[in-house]
Every structure is written in structure tokens, then in C-alpha cells.
């Protein structure tokens, strides 16, 4: 199993974490995408969206996160990132839909250069616009483990897909010089989640490709 993957990329984060949990041996194969070589031909022709991570498990070549873990959680079961239970179900996919749809897509590397290299926003107008998309992001997420009854994890008493989309998110966050002490719900689950090996090992800063 190989996974095309960029450390500080929050989608091939989940999936690392995932893989992680699930204790999957995998070859991980860096894409720059900073130097955009996800666009290069050979890599497009695996994985038409032009985007890091893709998982390749034996010629089954599949983009997309939520698509890839979803895979995972369905051809090796346990431990579950998605609950079978109809309702924890439906709470880790709202939480899980809310940071990857709604927040992630805003606060990506290749939206962020637009604004700049095309658009010729500034940086600091860059930089409001991300911070303005992540503060109504968390604040929805927060009220969302509220209702949850969060305490380690988002939902429940096992990490789960939620969990896996949280902590890249708010690691992303971090760097970009966010305050996220002013959620005390997300940054339990954030702190917690790091204690444990999967998390740990999935880290941006431990990954063969990492840079400062």
C-alpha cells in the first residue's frame, strides 16, 4: 500500500492518522505540492484531482480523504472510524463534513495562492480571510461537541473519523498563529488525540518530507 502524501498537507494528515490507527503498513511517497508537483502529468494520470493524498493499494489508485478513510474504515474494520450506531454515525460525519467541506476548503494552500498570485490580495487581507473562515468554523465545531458531550474525543469514547479531521485542522491553526485556547472543547480533543502513537506518528514535523 502507497500513499502519495505532502507533510504539512492536512488531507494526507487524516489519512495518516487513519492508517495509523488502523495499524496499516504503508510506503510513503512525498508530493510538493509547493513546487506544484501534483500537477505533473505522470501523477495526474493516478490521480485525476491534481491533489495530494492518493492512496494505491495494490493498483486500486483512489484521491480524496474522506473517500480514502472511508475505504480503509470499510475493507479493514477495526477499530472504526465510522460508526455503525445510526445516530454516532451521523454526529462523526456532521463534525467530520463540517471541517472538511466547510473549513478546510477555505484555508487550502492552492485557495490562499490564488488570492495572492492571482487576485494580488495582500498578505495581510490573505491572512484576515483566513482567520475570519476559521474562527465561524470552530466557533460551529465547538457548539457541535457541546452537543456531543465531547471529553477526549469528539463523539464517544473511541477516536473516530472526527478525530482525524480535527487535529490536522487545528495543527493548521496553530501555525498560522490562531488562539485556539478560546475553544476549550476542540482543544481537549486536540490535546488528547496527540497522546496517542497514531497522532504522534502522523505529525507534519516527523514525516520523511518535512520542512521548516
Not at 153 to 175: E, I, K, M
Not at 188 to 195: E, G, I, K, L
Request: net charge negative.
Amino acid at each position: 500500500m502507497d500513499l502519495y502524501s505532502f507533510f504539512n498537507s492536512s488531507t494526507s494528515y487524516r489519512v495518516r492518522i487513519a492508517l495509523g490507527i488502523k495499524q496499516l503498513d504503508f510506503n510513503l511517497l512525498p508530493v510538493n505540492i509547493r513546487v506544484m508537483e501534483q500537477k505533473n502529468a505522470d501523477y495526474v494520470s493516478k490521480n485525476p484531482g491534481a491533489s495530494v493524498p492518493l492512496l494505491d493499494d495494490d493498483g486500486f489508485q483512489l484521491g480524496q480523504s474522506m473517500a480514502i478513510i472511508d475505504y480503509l474504515d470499510a475493507k479493514y474494520p477495526e477499530p472504526r472510524l465510522i460508526s455503525a450506531d445510526l445516530e454516532q454515525r451521523a454526529r462523526v460525519l456532521e463534525i467530520s463534513n463540517l471541517i472538511s467541506c466547510d473549513m478546510h476548503p477555505l484555508n487550502n494552500l492552492r485557495v490562499l495562492r490564488y488570492l495572492v498570485k492571482d487576485l494580488e490580495v495582500s498578505d495581510e487581507a490573505k491572512n484576515t480571510w483566513y482567520h475570519h473562515w476559521l474562527a465561524e468554523g470552530f466557533k460551529s465545531l465547538e457548539a457541535m461537541l457541546e452537543r456531543t458531550q465531547s471529553g477526549g474525543f469528539c463523539v464517544g469514547d473511541q477516536v473516530s473519523l472526527a478525530d482525524c479531521c480535527l487535529v490536522p485542522q487545528v495543527a493548521n491553526a496553530t501555525r498560522m498563529g490562531c488562539d485556539v485556547s478560546v475553544y476549550p472543547r476542540i482543544k481537549a480533543v486536540y490535546d488528547h488525540c496527540n497522546t496517542l502513537p497514531a497522532f504522534q506518528q502522523a505529525a507534519p514535523a516527523v514525516q520523511p518530507d518535512f520542512q521548516k
